[in-house]
């Protein structure tokens, strides 16, 4: 069964595929704290092994207009921060947790309010019991929109795994869908989404403009 949330902001989706596509990954600990940090190498030799981790990986089309090499790693670069930050905020860190609201850190303002009322579809907030969450699969695919030269918007077409522990049991679930986003003066912010969460029995919410 899965649940669904939906809001768009004040501007369209932001195109359509491109079969010519570059690649950009980056490590997230799956076991992060609610703050995006770097995985360190510098463990203590009596430490426990250090958490595992999974790619996040960025597939990204060309978009409309012409965009120079460097202007396209940068915006795969602000992006993926930006979801990324979404993703270890929304879903990893330590369990049981409760503080769910910090994934929406990089959403608009108004977006922000709204996808609070859907928490528990975009963030791991169902699962705040949980003794552990760890990501599987961390998919994205990004079509920009360039204005002359410069990429004032983007759509990212996310596929996200997950694995909670719940009471010695595994439960798989999945976040697929399109989060669009835009460059405010610099800086990227989540300003609509489209997704889906799948983990068997979630409520359903849905809200529109």
Same mark, same amino acid.
């Given at each position: 069964m899965?649940?669904? *949330?939906?809001?768009? !902001? !004040? $501007?369209?989706?932001?195109?359509? $595929?491109?079969? $010519? *596509?570059?690649?950009?990954? @980056? @490590?997230?600990?799956?076991?992060? @704290?609610?703050?995006?940090?770097?995985?360190?190498?510098? &463990?203590?030799?009596?430490?426990?092994?250090?958490?595992?981790?999974? *790619?996040?990986?960025?597939?990204?089309?060309? =978009?409309? =207009?012409?965009?120079?090499? &460097? @202007? $396209?790693? *940068?915006? &795969?670069? &602000?992006?993926g921060d930006v979801l990324s930050n979404y993703v270890v905020r929304g879903f990893l860190g330590e369990y049981p947790r409760e503080d769910f609201i910090r994934a929406f850190d990089d959403f608009t303002a108004r977006t922000a309010r709204e996808a609070a009322k859907d928490i528990e579809v975009l963030t791991g907030a169902r699962f705040q019991d949980a003794t552990a969450v760890q990501a599987t699969r961390l998919d994205t695919r990004l079509s920009v929109l360039v204005v002359g030269r410069d990429p004032v918007g983007a759509t990212a077409a996310v596929r996200f795994g997950f694995e909670a522990e719940v009471d010695g049991e595994t439960r798989p679930f999945t976040l697929r869908g399109r989060f669009l986003l835009r460059d405010e003066a610099g800086t990227w912010a989540v300003f609509g989404y489209d997704v889906a969460r799948d983990d068997g029995g979630a409520v359903e919410a849905e809200v529109s403009p």
């Open positions: 899965a649940a669904m *949330a939906r809001r768009w !902001g !004040g $501007r369209d989706d932001t195109g359509a $595929r491109h079969p $010519r *596509a570059g690649v950009v990954t @980056a @490590a997230i600990c799956t076991l992060a @704290a609610p703050l995006l940090t770097a995985c360190s190498g510098d &463990e203590p030799k009596d430490s426990p092994p250090p958490a595992q981790s999974v *790619a996040f990986h960025v597939e990204t089309g060309r =978009g409309a =207009g012409t965009l120079s090499d &460097e @202007a $396209r790693t *940068a915006v &795969e670069t &602000e992006v």
